[in-house]
């Protein structure tokens, strides 16, 4: 429809035009001489760039049309468009800050996480750590007490075994005295003499050693 009115409006103006181009044909084939003398005393403006005072009122009314028109039916949907794009810019960018600020909150949990299990790392080592020192400590606690417990079995086994074997030895010598005591003194010795015998060389053995 504003192409049907832009399209007669521009044809009135053409035969206006072209009526007006008429009639100053005619002027100027009946005036020639007196447009001679008026251009030779310095008029300088072409014809054709006068504006004509109808030729601008149907513009104006060609023009006012066409702008009524597209406010009338243009303008409506072209806003709806901006609308609608601005909207769609407006919840791009609030998902976008909406996504960045969940990306945020996604990154310090996952800090914090992590420097909750690198705390809990360092305790496990050092737990660790401890452990091991307490264990190694243990072990040479044991070592050392089982080596205390041999080196006193051992001890006690060679004091045993020196004892029984220096019982064996006054036995013998007790033995081999009283044979000779009694080839001496013409008398045998009684048991009770045997076992003093004993326990005196027995004391004295024990003074000597301490």
């Known amino acids: 429809m504003a192409g049907f009115l832009l399209q007669g409006s521009i044809s009135v103006a053409d035969e206006k035009a072209k009526v007006d181009h008429g009639s100053e044909t005619a002027s100027t084939t009946g005036h020639g001489h007196s447009e001679e003398s008026h251009s030779s005393q310095g008029s300088t403006i072409p014809s054709g760039m006068i504006p004509k005072p109808d030729l601008m009122v149907w513009s104006l009314i060609t023009f006012a049309a066409f702008v009524f028109l597209l406010s009338k039916f243009a303008w409506k949907p072209l806003a709806a468009g901006l609308d609608q794009r601005e909207a769609r810019i ?24 992590l420097a909750k299990t690198e705390e809990t790392v360092r305790e496990l080592i050092a737990e660790a750590k401890r452990d091991a020192e307490k264990v190694r400590a243990d072990l040479t606690a044991a070592a050392e007490a089982d080596v205390q417990t041999m080196k006193k079995r051992a001890v006690s086994e060679i004091e045993q075994a020196r004892d029984v074997a220096l019982q064996q030895l006054f036995d013998t010598l007790s033995t081999n005295v ?4 009694s080839r001496i003194v013409g008398r045998s010795l009684n ?12 004391a004295e053995l024990n003074v000597r050693r301490n």
Do not use: G, P, W, Y
């Open 178 to 181: 009283m044979d000779a005591t």
């Open 90 to 113: 407006r919840n791009d960018i609030h998902e976008a800050e909406s996504a960045r600020v969940k990306a945020q909150q996604l990154l310090a949990e996952h800090e914090a996480r």
């Open 191 to 202: 048991s009770d003499d045997h076992q003093r015998l004993v326990q005196e060389a027995l």
